[in-house]
């Protein structure tokens, strides 16, 4: 029992367990985790030998570049003709060695674009030496995963989010699904066993309590509607995403931000991102939150946010036949079966 103001620590077999029943996978092929940044970090340490470099396919996020840096890694970032669209092909041309360690997060979690199955399978096939980590934090909303293809290629790691669904500042635990040899192997280097009080109660009752999680996921895909269709009125470009998140195409990032900030609103820059100039990020939040950006919007000039052209580059949502690429609890998503689901939205014309 610990004091008061200190941690108490759980043990995490009940969460295996659960999460072997619903995934329908071996607990011994499951590792949870308590941090993105140090599981990514201890995996690339396991993983990467004689290299000292790991190949990103899209953006990488900064929990990445973080455990990578960790890692004494150098990350090469390889990004196709577009920033919202990702090819196997573009991924390739840069992997030198069948032992090259490979990081695909799908969807992407800072534009939101993805991979398809096939192309993850190309991948997979091109390291069989070496490993493909595969970053399905956003799973909930996205609902195309790897699992699958754990029968055919034991190179495969799969993260997955405990909590992404219940929003940012809850989402940094998690688990890892791999071939049971090499879970076993990473317990052996990885600190795995316990987890704080507080959180393994929050994590077993989003296990338990399925509706809780598939109505918040319905709620944030419904505000990412509503949301996107009010600042297209307004005549903010935006980018909606098989995430959490939606993209802001915007005059003056820095200016708007502070703007944002004013309203207790909180948007990330990407400026500095290769291809992301003039955007920015933000993540759904409850429709009250939502509403203060939606606030700050009509109540800014215009010449803040409003730009004359349109970002024209190419955009796509990689979808894949239903086959057991598609988790089949996820098969019936609205979002999986909307049509377009990262449209640019043309601003009506000031």
Known sequence: MGLKGMTTWTGLDDIISLLSRRFEVDKEMIVPFMDHVDVISALLGHVVNDSDKLVAGGHVCPDVAIAADRAGLRVEEVLGRSPFVNHAKDVM?????????????????????????????????????????????YFDFHGITGLAMLRKYSNIVILRSLTAAFGAGSDGSGFLIGNAGFAH?????????????????????ALINETARIRRVAMLQDEL?????????????????AA????????DTAVVQDKLSRYGVSADNL?????????????MQSPLSNDRLLAAFEHMPTDHFHLDNIDKRTVMFNRTNRD????????????????????VLEPTTK
């Open 93 to 137: 041309e840069v992997i030198d060695s069948s032992h090259t360690t490979v990081y695909l997060a799908n969807p992407n979690q800072v534009t939101g674009s993805s991979f398809s199955h096939k192309d993850v399978e190309r991948l997979a096939s091109a390291v069989g030496d070496g490993t493909l980590i595969l970053d399905e934090k």
């Open 185 to 205: 192997g990473f317990r052996e280097v990885f600190d795995w066993t316990r987890m704080s009080h507080t959180l393994h109660k929050i994590v077993k009752t």
């Open 225 to 241: 509607l509503r949301i996107a269709t009010r600042l297209t009125e307004l005549g903010v470009q935006n980018h909606i995403t």
């Open 244 to 251: 959490d998140f939606i993209l802001l195409r915007v005059a």
């Open 271 to 283: 400026n500095e991102y290769r291809g992301l100039k003039n955007y920015l990020r933000y993540r």
């Open 324 to 343: 057991e690429s598609i988790d089949p609890e996820r098969a019936n998503s609205r979002m999986t079966d909307r049509k377009i689901l990262t449209d």
